[in-house]
């Protein structure tokens, strides 16, 4: 079974549905029935779930993709929302099985101190004892804790751990949190030394699960001022969800017991699994892949290889570069919760359809991580990005660009390395889908061009995105084939103009402002007329001295020749 979801190497913006099927069947009902519940969307229920469970198994199970490359089940979320989009009350619904579970190991905690207070009080001053003092109740749930707290906690080895954190800001602003975080993540042993107390705290293999939240004025004022935070790794670390901004819909809609009472049941045994016989005590269990996952594996290493490598922008290529380890993750805490909702022992091999589920999870995340990028950090806005902007609006004015035009703009004639630039934000901007190239041969067979112009076929189909009304000659056509935001407008009468302008001998060399002003007709709209024009095969395209030129097939056999 073979996966081609990471082969694209354009960067897809646009917001897709939460892959809800790649969830196992308890685990999904619980997320749909607590977003219809709350009145949200489920992508906040569903991070928070995956994060919450990861959290129930991270310090047990790991998954060994080779003998340098293994990884636990630390899952990291951040969820992106202003306030009044449900953030909180998904938190509490999907972590109460966490804390239901610490506050049976706090009452466990509790009646043994005071069976010990007992017991002292019970002893003659005749015959004292010494009864040592029962140790700290085990953390696993923990809330806005300090990065030198958290190590400490971890160096006591608790069965698991989550941890929540309600504004993350605070975490972006600490160099040192930061680099603890990083190493947590990585599994990389942490020395810390203080100058209270004791010296020194160590924790060999740290691992632990993460969600927070954040608003996206303060996300996009700390990437803004700090892009290191990408480029260090950091944010690539965690997987980005971003749900529409709308308010919190009242429903009358409860969750219904049988779907909490799995999902509680879930969590516990996950929490307790430790003490079963999948696990050598003080030991995680490993699991592999299975012989066909691991050909799902090579394939997707491949293609995240080649897209990396791609990629136009240095933050697109850091977030791309941790794809591989939350694949892996995702795959590991799929295998696990898929055979403990069935009531069976986990096996010690992931299955190539599990490792599939794993990669669509990836893949949605990657979009979000993406989509976060280029909504928060503006890369290929034009509002505030001067030099995509005269990229646009030449293309506007000329139906394309190459390179050579773009050196006379003010924009890049200004910087420091103009061609550098200009390379670097076609780059860009090719990734992010938003310009599309082709190769256009020197009429005399000398060296030829590249030109660039505005995507003119839906990614999907690979056919101009128009649509025709079929009621008369007044038929309204819409495309998305000129820069413009809003879709151009023109009716058949005026796609006829143009074509028989065009057809007419005499008229066999047309750029888009002869036929403006010669029919009178607003310049984008001749663009997208053109453009159409050009996609269904009624003219051809290409140019003469840097400019381009429109023409009919069938007006002169001449033309055609000193085109090409």
């Not at 929540?164 to 993540?185: C, K, T, V, Y």
């Not at 819909?249 to 049988?258: A, K, L, R, Y």
């Not at 112009?453 to 819409?478: I, Q, R, W």
Request: with cysteine; net charge negative.
């Amino acid at each position: 079974m073979t996966s081609n979801l990471f082969s694209r190497t354009a960067v897809n913006v646009e917001r897709f549905p939460f892959p809800l099927d790649t969830l196992p069947p308890k685990l999904r009902r619980f997320v749909e029935e607590a977003a219809d519940s709350i009145g949200i969307d489920p992508d906040f229920i569903a991070a928070l779930v995956l994060a919450t469970t990861s959290g129930a198994i991270v310090q047990n199970y790991e998954i060994r993709l080779k003998q340098d490359f293994i990884e636990r089940a630390a899952i990291w979320m951040i969820l992106v929302g202003k306030s009044g989009v449900g953030k909180t009350p998904a938190v509490k619904t999907t972590t109460a099985p966490f804390l239901a579970y610490q506050r049976y190991l706090d009452d466990q905690y509790n009646e043994a101190i005071s069976a010990h207070d007992q017991a002292m009080e019970d002893c003659s001053q005749e015959q004292p004892i010494r009864k040592p003092m029962p140790s700290a109740p085990e953390q696993i749930l923990l809330d806005n804790v300090t990065p030198e707290a958290l190590v400490e906690i971890l160096s006591n080895k608790p069965r698991s751990c989550l941890v929540l954190q309600d504004e993350l800001s605070s975490i972006f602003m600490s160099r040192h949190g930061r680099n603890s975080l990083l190493s947590i993540f990585s599994g990389i042993p942490i020395r810390q030394n203080r100058k209270t107390g004791q010296k020194l705290t160590v924790v060999h293999e740290p691992a632990m699960a993460f969600g927070g939240g954040i608003q996206p004025a303060v996300l996009q004022q700390e990437l803004s001022r700090n892009k290191n935070l990408i480029l260090s790794g950091f944010l690539p670390r965690f997987l980005f969800v971003m749900p529409p901004d709308k308010p919190v819909v009242w429903t009358e809609m409860e969750i219904s017991h049988e779907a909490k009472d799995d999902y509680h049941r879930l969590i516990k045994t996950l929490l307790e699994r430790c003490e079963c016989d999948d696990c050598t005590p003080g030991k995680p269990f490993v699991v592999v892949l299975s012989d066909s996952a691991k050909q799902v594996w090579q394939e997707f290493r491949r293609a995240n290889t080649v897209e990396e490598s791609e990629i136009g922008f240095e933050e697109g290529r850091a977030m791309l570069a941790k794809i591989p380890t939350h694949v892996a993750r995702m795959a590991l805490l799929l295998h696990v919760v898929e055979h403990t909702e069935l009531g069976n022992s986990v096996p010690p091999e992931v299955s190539d359809q599990t490792l599939s589920s794993a990669l669509r999870l990836t893949e949605w995340f990657r979009n979000e991580s993406m989509r976060v990028l280029v909504e928060l950090l503006g890369m290929g806005s034009r509002a505030s990005d001067p030099q995509a902007t005269a990229i646009f609006d030449m293309i506007g004015k000329n139906g394309d660009v190459c390179k050579a035009d773009l050196h006379n703009s003010r924009a890049f004639r200004s910087l420091h390395k103009p061609a550098e630039a200009i390379d670097a934000k076609l780059s860009e901007l090719l990734a992010l889908g938003q310009l599309e190239s082709r190769y256009v041969k020197h009429k005399d067979g000398g060296r030829g061009m590249e030109v660039f112009y505005l995507p003119t076929t839906d990614s999907d189909s690979g056919t101009p995105e128009n649509t025709e009304k079929n009621e008369g000659s007044t038929a309204t056509v819409k495309t998305n084939l000129c820069m413009d935001d809003d879709p151009s407008e023109f009716t058949k009468e005026d796609e006829e103009a143009v074509w028989d302008y065009l057809s007419t001998d005499g008229h066999c060399y047309a750029t888009v402002k002869d036929v403006s002003e010669v029919l009178k007709m607003p310049y984008q709209k001749t663009i997208a007329i053109l453009r159409n024009l050009n996609a269904e095969n009624r003219v051809v395209s290409g140019r003469v001295s840097r400019k381009k030129y429109y023409v009919a097939p069938q007006s002169t056999d001449v033309c055609l020749e000193e085109l090409n």
